[in-house]
């Protein structure tokens, strides 16, 4: 089975553009979630969306959205791109809504270099 | 406010030798602790623990929670150069009726020379 595959995998962006990641989550698996991971640091939770709702979500300001779709792949959008959003970002699926299943499969990665 | 605390944040050891990281957390509504090792880019799942004292081993790793002190160690033993990469712990809390929310720390950044 392929695993979490994320695009694009390397993007540079301009301050004050926009910018569009994308997931595809394991086959079968209902809950995709995005974190930001800037580098030297732990991997910043940003949203978890089940069953095409949003879950959860963390301290981002709402130049940060998403949202999944009915086959659960799931984008990210990052309006008026500021440097300090230069990061990693991760994309993980699981199967279950809930977290207890422990397991999170994440993906590659997208890097997004803002200059 | 939520945290992760991780110790110590880089560590560089020898094959062969024993280490232990030290993970330890403040979050509201605890749910689980998990363990992630981070290679490259994809941090990849090594363990969930959501007892006290129920020791999670797997090869020559192995994990165990204190939820009364709130921590938890992951222990190696007999390192390997493989087991270079970062190491992340993470907390899952419960964030409101509906709402989940995980919390990692920044992350141990172990070495094994040859």
């Known amino acids: 089975d392929a695993g979490v595959t994320q695009s694009p995998t390397h993007l540079i962006k301009t301050r004050g553009q926009q910018v569009t990641l994308r997931c595809s989550p394991i086959s079968g698996h209902k809950s995709v979630s995005w974190y930001q991971q800037v580098l030297g640091q732990g991997p910043q939770f940003i949203f978890q969306?089940?069953?095409?709702?949003?879950?959860g979500r963390g301290n981002f300001p709402d130049r940060f959205s998403a949202r999944q779709f009915p086959n659960y792949s799931s984008e990210l959008n990052v309006n008026a791109l500021l440097l300090g959003d230069s990061a990693l970002y991760l994309c993980a699926s699981s199967r279950y809504r809930g977290w207890s299943t422990g397991e999170l499969f994440f993906g590659e990665g997208s890097r997004l270099t803002v200059l | 406010e939520d945290k992760v605390v991780q110790s110590p944040l880089s560590l560089v050891v020898h094959e062969g030798d024993t280490v232990t990281l030290n993970c330890s957390y403040e979050v509201t509504n605890f749910r689980s602790l998990l363990w992630y090792k981070q290679e490259k880019k994809a941090p990849t799942f090594l363990f969930m623990l959501?007892?006290?004292?129920i020791e999670k081993k797997s090869g020559r790793l192995s994990s165990i929670l204190d939820k009364k002190e709130l921590f938890s160690i992951l222990n190696i033993t007999a390192t390997q150069t493989g087991d270079s990469a970062i190491y992340l712990c993470?907390?899952?809390?419960?964030?409101?009726?509906?709402?989940?929310?995980?919390?990692f720390g920044p992350g141990t950044s172990l070495s094994v020379i040859p």
């Open positions: 959501t007892s006290s004292g």
């Open positions: 969306y089940y069953e095409k709702e949003e879950r």
């Open positions: 993470a907390v899952e809390a419960q964030g409101g009726t509906s709402y989940d929310k995980v919390i």
